[in-house]
């Protein structure tokens, strides 16, 4: 797996955009970058996942440098459930045995 | 959909006990994962089945731990004579091919 690079915590106010950065500077050419999130006490939930253009859900907009070094996961308007542990992977094979990292802690605040 | 089971939610035993987790996939899903996760640390893969097929373990899976998936559907975790370094959150994870991972809620094993 590409070795991803995440800050260990950020804050965001609540209705505000929060925006989670993610470097895989070794990241190749076949290698989708997935984000995932842990709320405490669950287990991982899928948010997104992208390889070239950038991603839009219901969840959330991952946008990813022309690059393909980094990406930004953004949740538009962050609500306090929204408070959780954001993963971002790089996984060698295309969704197979993630590697999970430390992650970024993102806390929204009311 | 009712999403990935586990049982138990939470387990405590005695150091030396055996110990065995279950999981229920989704039921079209043809590969299951398990993971453990201590305070504070992101999941670790363990193993993983495509059908009933274990095509691989990680290192962190000593040969006290065992998993099956004897029909390609549940799949069983064993710890045998369970150590207070055992003591974690087993996740168990499944998925249609190489697609999304759906974790379950986990295991929390407390081994005193």
């Known amino acids: 797996d590409a070795k991803t690079t995440q800050p260990p915590s950020m804050d965001c106010a609540e209705g505000r955009a929060a925006n989670l950065p993610c470097n895989h500077s070794?990241?190749?050419?076949?290698?989708?970058v997935y984000w995932y999130r842990q709320i405490h006490s669950q287990g991982p939930q899928y948010i997104i996942h992208g390889l070239k253009n950038n991603e839009t859900n219901e969840m959330a907009s991952l946008i990813i440098t022309e690059d393909r070094k980094s990406s930004t996961l953004i949740l538009p308007h962050a609500t306090l459930r929204d408070t959780a542990v954001y993963y971002c992977?790089?996984?060698?094979?295309?969704?197979?045995?993630?590697?999970f990292g430390a992650g970024t802690i993102l806390r929204v605040k009311s | 959909d009712t999403g990935v089971s586990q049982n138990p939610r939470h387990k405590i035993t005695k150091r030396g006990q055996n110990v065995t987790f279950r999981c229920d996939p989704i039921s079209e899903h043809n590969r299951l994962y398990w993971y453990r996760q201590t305070l504070g640390q992101g999941p670790e893969f363990l193993t993983y089945?495509?059908?009933?097929?274990?095509?691989?373990k990680s290192r962190l899976l000593s040969d006290r731990f065992s998993a099956e998936r004897p029909k390609g559907s549940f799949s069983t975790l064993e710890i045998q004579r369970t150590e207070q370094g055992d003591s974690a959150m087993y996740l168990c994870?499944?998925?249609?091919?190489?697609?999304?991972?759906?974790f379950g809620s986990g295991t929390q094993l407390s081994v005193l």
């Open positions: 070794t990241i190749s050419g076949n290698e989708y």
């Open positions: 994870a499944s998925s249609l091919m190489s697609e999304k991972l759906f």
């Open positions: 992977i790089a996984p060698r094979d295309y969704g197979n045995k993630l590697v």
């Open positions: 089945f495509q059908n009933e097929a274990q095509l691989e």
